[in-house]
């Protein structure tokens, strides 16, 4: 049974930066899709970015070029380094892995981690 964990969430001030790792237990993860995805309040879940063999990633529009997905499967950890930051990006974030590499049905969610950017 497989199992992810957020951790790294806090505060932040705009501008600023945070590094949130996802855990990885149970199970294998190497061959998953993993990423993130985030819900502020009174919002929808959305997609944060997705890194996939061989090491392709992709992000949403609203944190390219500011947040950086990557992973380590010799730690079985998978990291999000969110540089920038602003206070829209205010939200629970949650690791995800999905067995199909389009990333569209995530198998294992984690439980998620509060990041909250003050202005």
């Known amino acids: 049974q497989g199992r992810l964990v957020e951790s790294g969430g806090g505060l932040a001030q705009a501008g600023g930066s945070l590094r949130l790792s996802c855990a990885t237990s149970g199970r294998t993860f190497n061959s998953y899709t993993m990423g993130w995805f985030r819900q502020a309040p009174g919002k929808e879940r959305e997609f944060v970015a997705l890194i996939k063999w061989p090491g392709i990633t992709l992000y949403a529009d609203s944190v390219k070029g500011r947040f950086t997905i990557s992973r380590d499967n010799a730690k079985d950890t998978m990291y999000l380094q969110m540089n920038s930051l602003k206070p829209e990006d205010t939200a629970v974030y949650y690791c995800?892995?999905?067995?199909?590499?389009?990333?569209?049905?995530?198998?294992?969610w984690g439980q998620g981690t509060q990041v909250t950017v003050s202005s």
């Open positions: 995800a892995a999905d067995a199909n590499r389009e990333f569209t049905s995530p198998d294992y």
